[in-house]
């Protein structure tokens, strides 16, 4: 064990959190045949991308305030207030637009209805949008490359900023981690600046939020609410969260269930 190279060790260690939901140091450490110290090196590693949040005398991979969750988790999410936000969303696509998802759990919920609208253009840097459409008649699917990220299962960094920017698109469908007096937030750089290169190239941006992104953390500023053109809530939302965004001028829809 103590030989094991530090991907593969940090490997076993990701697939333990995730499918265990949490791990305990002292036990990876005798297990793996290295020090404290170096598990928790590996968990620094593997929180920076995504993959758990370190604890007290371990990691999990359990969402918090600041900590959102692998894929698998975010997409298992909200998922009644993801669907409401994707039927109020789905008007806006007009057949024979061109659309922009980001790599969010949210926006994909509108991916799954939007052959309804088709013909579209649908341009995408999150892996399980190009799973979804693949193949459907009447989407001309653009698949953004870059440096792909497991934890996030999307394509993000310079590369993908540098596809970005060659394309212009009528709207972007995005979500945030967190907002915070005003702000959208992330957790990853990487993140960030790719949003920023789709928020770019679309002439109009709307962002699909449910109401638990008012009270999470994230630490890498990415816009002011005020830079989408339209955002999209959930009913859920706590009517001071709604008086906010109103009072900063913010033209909100709110998505009712069904």
Same mark, same amino acid.
């Given at each position: ?9 940090? =490997?076993? +260690? ?10 305990? +140091? @002292?036990?990876l ?7 404290p110290? $170096? ?9 920076s ?5 370190k604890?007290?005398?371990?990691a ?18 909200? $998922? ?7 039927? !109020? ?11 922009? +998802?980001?790599?969010? $759990? ?19 840097? &999150? ?12 989407? @001309?699917? +653009? ?7 497991? !934890?996030?299962? !999307? &394509? ?12 212009y698109?009528?709207?972007? &469908? ?5 907002? $915070? %007096? ?14 920023? !290169?789709?928020? @770019? ?12 992104? &008012?009270?999470? %953390? ?24 709604? =008086?906010?965004?109103?009072? =900063? ?8 269930? @069904?």
């Open positions: 064990m103590s030989g094991r190279k530090p991907r593969e060790r940090r =490997d076993r +260690i990701k697939g333990r959190v995730v499918d265990e939901g949490f791990v305990r +140091i @002292e036990q450490a005798d297990e793996l045949g290295v020090t110290m $170096t598990i928790r090196r590996d968990l620094d590693h593997l929180q991308r995504g993959w758990l949040r604890v007290r005398g371990g999990t991979a359990q969402p918090s305030t600041a900590f959102h969750g692998d894929v698998r988790h975010r997409t298992q999410a909200m $998922t009644a207030e993801k669907n409401a936000l994707a039927r !109020a969303a789905l008007p806006l696509v007009k057949s024979g637009q061109s659309v922009i +998802i980001d790599d969010s $759990t949210t926006a994909l919920a509108l991916t799954r209805l939007l052959t309804q609208q088709a013909p579209l253009t649908v341009i995408t840097n &999150f892996v399980p949008v190009t799973q979804v459409l693949a193949g459907s008649p009447g989407i @001309e699917l +653009i698949s953004l490359g870059g440096t792909y990220y497991p !934890a996030y299962d !999307a &394509f993000l960094g310079l590369r993908t900023v540098d596809a970005v920017t060659s394309l698109a009528d709207t972007l &469908f995005a979500s945030t981690t967190a907002i $915070t %007096r005003g702000q959208c937030y992330h957790q990853s750089q990487e993140t960030v600046a790719v949003k920023r !290169a789709l928020m @770019e190239a679309c002439a109009r941006k709307i962002l699909l939020v449910d109401h638990t992104k &008012f009270r999470r %953390r994230g630490l890498y500023q990415l816009a002011p609410v005020t830079a989408f053109d339209l955002v999209i809530v959930d009913s859920g939302i706590h009517p001071a969260d709604l =008086d906010a965004l109103q009072a =900063d001028g913010v033209d909100v829809l709110v998505a009712h269930p @069904e």
